[in-house]
């Protein structure tokens, strides 16, 4: 696309201000002057050589070569001003280079937060920079105090580089506080030997992992570091912090809520909440064709999740709200996984009246909360093998319409390793198959058996 008869004299102006920073005579053709004020570092060669004006006035250029122009000043300067062909060269000529070693915060043009430490503003990771802040080693008091505050909803991911590391940094307070829309850190072992983390991941409500190859685990102070970070599961065994959680399980192994790249035991499989109110459970990353979606997104099979926040259908409002979800599918290819949590999938999905596909699950171990306050009426378990279960807490509580739970005649608990206070708490339709009927005293996980002589119980063989 054409912008039509540009005045020569414009490039030559733009041309002698790329010569001016540099500080040398080169010659540049138009579509080469994007990448030379790119590649504009603060560097002068001391032999400014301008050239004068072409004898030939005018031209036709495409608009790209001063489109890529101006990303590139705006690459440099960080700024958002939209250039007019007549201003670059001004707008090079103000060029100013940060130069010296310092901590910087590099916001690029994938939504990476790259922190490193260089001479120059750089990016090992490759990304165009689109923003760059100084970081202070002495730390900040609050959120707002981070000079890369105003940008925090366009980060998707952090890198520290190892630069980083040798630093001896102790107050990482704040730094990714409300990164709302970041699913993952990597290099965090360059923060090890940290003293305060005060709120540093404080809802992060998509974050799911933080990498570290390592870490050394020094934290005096870190309230409230992930408040907020539901979605985040540690690579050794699913573990994922309350809300209260400490400093403490910043770290790796049992327990901790970091990853490590070369050991993580995390599988994922995919919840897919379409428009017709139905949520569908599978390994499948790929939505239905054809089918209106509201939402998707992955769900990690092992994850011990501590609340709500990680399914499509958990949004506070709106269509993603869990009070639109009535139907739920668990997929034939869900089989695969042979280590399944269940905690708080459907928790206070007040109209979800229908559960299909139980029986295509093998090795659930937890289900706390996972059907509490659900409109079901029924569940059917045939083919459900409860043989490895660990953990029924309050796991059908509230769920004042279910009337029957359907299993196999040889269904059976674990002998021993199962916890499960209030599983039917106020579970008052519920009847067991030789005609067991609710009551406040059977609430316990002990009556997640089936119905029959001398063994009450709330299940119907089949």
């Known amino acids: 696309?054409?912008?039509?008869?540009?005045?020569?004299?414009?490039?030559?102006?733009?041309?002698?201000?790329?010569?001016?920073?540099r500080g040398d005579g080169a010659l540049f053709k138009p579509r080469e002057m994007a990448a030379a004020v790119a590649a504009l570092d603060g560097s002068y060669a001391g032999n400014y050589q301008p050239q004068g004006y072409m004898e030939l006035e005018s031209g036709v250029l495409p608009e790209s070569v001063f489109a890529d122009i101006a990303a590139a000043i705006r690459g440099q300067n960080?700024?958002?001003?939209?250039?007019?062909?007549?201003?670059?060269?001004?707008?090079?000529?103000?060029?100013?280079?940060?130069?010296?070693?310092?901590i910087r915060a590099l916001l690029l043009d994938d939504g990476t937060l790259e922190i490193n430490y260089y001479e120059r503003r750089t990016s090992v990771t490759g990304g165009r920079i689109v923003?760059?802040?100084?970081?202070?080693?002495?730390?900040?008091?609050?959120?707002?105090?981070?000079?890369?505050?105003?940008v925090k909803l366009l980060v998707k991911r952090v890198f520290i580089d190892s630069t980083i590391g040798g630093l001896g940094l102790v107050n990482c307070a704040y730094w990714f506080n409300a990164f709302t829309e970041c699913t993952e850190v990597r290099g965090f072992e360059n923060l090890s030997g940290m003293k305060t983390a005060t709120q540093m991941f404080a809802n992060c409500a998509r974050l799911e992992t933080v990498w570290a190859t390592s870490f050394v685990g020094a934290i005096t102070s870190g309230s409230g570091m992930f408040y907020g970070c539901g979605r985040l599961v540690g690579g050794a065994d699913g573990f994922v912090p309350a809300s209260t959680s400490g400093a403490s399980v910043c770290k790796l192994g049992a327990g901790g809520v970091l990853t490590d790249p070369n050991s993580d035991s995390r599988t994922w499989f995919w919840a897919h909440y379409y428009a017709d109110g139905e949520g569908v459970l599978t390994a499948a990353g790929a939505p239905e064709s054809g089918r209106a979606l509201v939402a998707s997104g992955r769900i990690c099979a092992n994850a011990r999740y501590a609340g709500l926040g990680f399914a499509p259908w958990d949004g506070a409002t709106g269509p993603t709200h869990r009070e639109h979800l009535v139907r739920a599918s668990f997929a034939a290819d869900m089989a695969v996984f042979s280590h399944l949590n269940l905690n708080y999938l459907f928790y206070s999905c007040a109209n979800l009246a229908e559960v299909a596909g139980l029986g295509n699950l093998s090795g659930v171990r937890s289900m706390r909360y996972a059907f509490s306050s659900c409109a079901v009426a029924e569940l059917d378990f045939r083919g459900f093998d409860p043989s490895h279960l660990t953990d029924l807490f309050y796991c059908f509580s509230g769920s004042a319409s279910l009337a029957r739970i359907l299993a196999d005649a040889d269904w059976a608990l674990p002998a021993s390793g199962l916890t499960g206070a209030q599983c039917f708490y106020n579970c008052k339709a519920l009847v067991g198959g030789a005609g067991t009927a609710y009551e406040n005293s059977r609430t316990a996980y002990t009556y997640f058996r089936i119905d029959r002589a001398g063994q009450p119980g709330y299940l119907t063989a089949v």
């Open 131 to 150: 923003q760059v802040f100084e970081v202070d080693p002495a730390g900040y008091s609050s959120a707002t105090a981070r000079p890369w505050d105003a």
């Open 1 to 21: 696309m054409a912008v039509g008869t540009v005045s020569t004299h414009i490039l030559t102006d733009i041309a002698n201000a790329i010569r001016f920073q």
């Open 78 to 102: 960080g700024e958002s001003t939209l250039y007019a062909p007549g201003d670059m060269a001004a707008a090079i000529l103000a060029l100013e280079w940060d130069v010296g070693f310092k």
